[in-house]
């Protein structure tokens, strides 16, 4: 199958959501037809320069488009390699988390920036983001800096610098083709099954977009498709792991899993730092090592609670790990279904992957309970219950629908997981 073929048979309808976007955006800036716009019979919806509106959405509903949409608008006032520089000045000055990471490769980043290529439509839909999407927009300028600097600080060529950078500003365009109910939710790292369920589909999204309406090198496409796997295999949406992800979606992964550590209000670098190292083998340690070092060179953190608070955490913590683990072992000798038992394993591999995580730290021994680790023990801690969260969300995606008692066994195992002060 050719690529405009597989674009059209992709995007040949306007994605509602992809679309209401757009739409918002034009509200505040001036988005037009590139083309004059036809559905499959050849029948002309809409002219060349004329202004989007909601008539455009009318004339679009259950149509089928000789062209993808995408490719026919074009944002005349939208993003450009400038106001990408802006942003992203704004940012290294304005963003105390991340200034560690940024400032000290800031004129190479902000010269990098101007050439990044943009094509239309990329620079339509960050453009529509901007607008409508303002949390989504600063994630991707953020992305964009933190993997430009990572690259930078290995050692990176200029091309390598600038991929990294296009990756990073690229990798969420998926988001925008779901409901935004069901998206990440900047501000708030918690997602109910369903929106889980809807948010998988995103990086697969992003690998069509910029495989098949752009002229992006195809790394920058894998990178898109891959900035949720992990190394173990525990990511999504389709399980890689080792060797199976490229070195940019790698970086990718890190940059992602990094920036989602930071979105509480009060996560500083060390938070990132540990939650990249809470379990290991997710993460290419080449890409974290950078993050760590910068994270190790800041000044300590002032111990958020006393030591007996620790030792007092610590504790709950252990006790919900074991509880998961012997709660699974237990549903699992009785399981009669291969959906109930496929989720079940998943269950056991995720737990395990957390106590081991736990062990390896050293944070659970009682000299960890005073002084400067006592930041990283609550970072850590904090760290895994929100993965136990997600062992909640995984498992019931991977469940299914399952017999009525298998299904409320499941629920009960799965409502127990997300335990904790975080929850």
Known sequence: MSTSTAAASAFQSANPHALATILAASETQRIIAATDIFDLAGTKLWARNQPVSAELQ?????????????????????????SLADSLERLVEGDARLAPMLRPHAAKLLREVAHLPLHPVAQLLLSAGRAARPQAFDHA?????????????????????????????????GE????????????DRELDPLSYRQLVVHPHVGL???????NYPGS????????????????????????????????????????????????????????????????????VGQLARVAREQPPLQPAMLPAEIRARRAALEEVLQAAEDDT????????????????ELAQFLIGRLRAGWNESGLWSPQAAAGSDAAE???MEDELYFRLRGVQRAVMLRAGVLLADESARLKALCDSLPMGRSA
């Open 58 to 82: 009318r004339k679009l509903l259950d149509r089928k488009l000789r062209e993808p949409l995408e490719s026919c608008l074009i944002a005349e006032d939208g993003v450009t390699g400038a």
């Open 141 to 173: 300028i953020a992305a964009m800096g933190l993997a430009g600097a990572l690259m930078v600080a290995h050692g990176g060529q200029t091309p390598e610098i600038r991929l990294a950078m296009l990756a990073g500003l690229l990798h969420d365009l």
């Open 329 to 344: 072992a237990l549903l699992t000798v009785g399981a009669r279904s291969p959906d109930m038992r496929a989720a079940l």
């Open 176 to 187: 925008m083709y779901i409901d935004p109910l069901h998206g990440e939710a900047e501000a």
């Open 220 to 287: 920058v496409a894998r990178a898109v498709a891959e900035h949720h796997e992990r190394l173990d295999g525990s990511g999504y949406p389709h399980a890689r792991q080792g060797e199976g992800l490229s070195p940019l979606g790698r970086l990718m992964a890190v940059t992602d899993a990094a920036l989602a550590a930071l979105r509480g209000p009060h996560e500083q670098l060390l938070h990132a730092s540990i939650a990249l190292r809470a379990v290991p083998g997710e993460f290419d340690m080449a890409w």
């Open 208 to 214: 069509l977009l910029v495989a098949q309406l752009t």
């Open 377 to 379: 023990v609550e970072a």
